[in-house]
């Protein structure tokens, strides 16, 4: 049976050559042309991130492999897509996420470097963390474990460190780091927990946890744990109440005034 989305991205392409036949071509060969989202997707991503060194259909390959032994890759890309659908007031149909939105397309080349690196292909994980970084401005290190439905905002200047977790139901905006706290070793990022808003520059730093639902103001640096369900604002953050939401990462409001 297929899957609703890719039906609909399917007739929204079609749609799309018919309003504009300059980017028939492009649509028809990122997405007509393919049976399935995994197809589709392998064959943006591939073309996005080849280069002098791994030519496309050497990325392609990774990717399709990964899909088949892996398939919940896909159902995540799909959860993934369905967040930015919701939460992202700019979209109001999924063609443009997949063939676009360089946040949607960032985090699939993460779940294949992850992919990789879990696979002991260490080298060639760093290298898709390079291209990622590279192609799409948004640097996470191949270790860094991320839940399904996660949500990175313009993502420009995102930076993610190797022992950071990201559960499900996450939304992170741009110029967001999620680091150390200089050159110790072992676990030593972030912990995120699900339903959480991180905001625009916010930077949170050391093996500390953000608890489920809460929410980061932009521009805070975040040192200590955060508590399930409250908003933190300043440098260093500091508690300003709760969010008006039990999961702050759907409704993407980033006032800390809503308490």
């Known amino acids: 049976m297929q899957n609703p989305i890719w039906t609909k991205l399917d007739e929204e392409a079609r749609l799309s050559v018919q309003t504009e036949p300059l980017l028939a071509s492009y649509v028809y060969a990122c ?23 791994m030519p496309a259909i050497a990325v392609r390959e990774l990717f399709e492999a990964a899909y088949k032994e892996s398939p919940e890759m896909i159902l995540n890309a799909i959860s993934d897509m369905q967040a930015v659908y919701d939460r992202d007031a700019a979209t109001n149909s999924y063609l443009p996420i997949l063939l676009f939105l360089k946040g949607y397309q960032s985090i699939q080349v993460h779940r294949l470097a992850h992919f ?32 399904k439905g996660i949500m990175f905002d313009h993502a420009t200047g995102i930076v993610i460190g190797e022992t950071t977790v990201i559960e499900d139901d996450v939304s992170i905006m741009q110029s967001v780091t999620l680091g150390g706290t200089g050159n110790e070793t072992g676990d030593r990022h972030p912990k995120i927990r699900s339903g959480v808003l991180i905001s625009t520059g916010a930077k949170v730093l050391g093996n500390i946890e953000v608890g489920v639902g809460a929410k980061v103001g932009a521009g805070s640096v975040v ?3 955060v508590e399930p369900h409250t908003t933190v604002v300043g ?21 800390v005034y809503d308490t």
Do not use: Y
């Open 31 to 53: 997405i007509l042309n393919h049976g399935s989202l995994g197809s589709a997707l392998s064959f943006i991503l591939a073309n996005k991130l080849s280069d002098e060194v």
């Open 116 to 147: 990789l690196w879990n696979k002991g292909r260490k080298t060639l994980a760093l290298f898709m963390q390079s291209r990622n970084s590279e192609v799409f401005g948004v640097d996470i290190h191949p270790a860094c474990k991320m839940g």
């Open 223 to 225: 040192l200590e744990d």
């Open 235 to 255: 440098v260093p953050a500091h508690r300003v109440g709760k969010p008006c939401s039990d999961n702050p990462a759907r409704t993407m409001n980033q006032s």
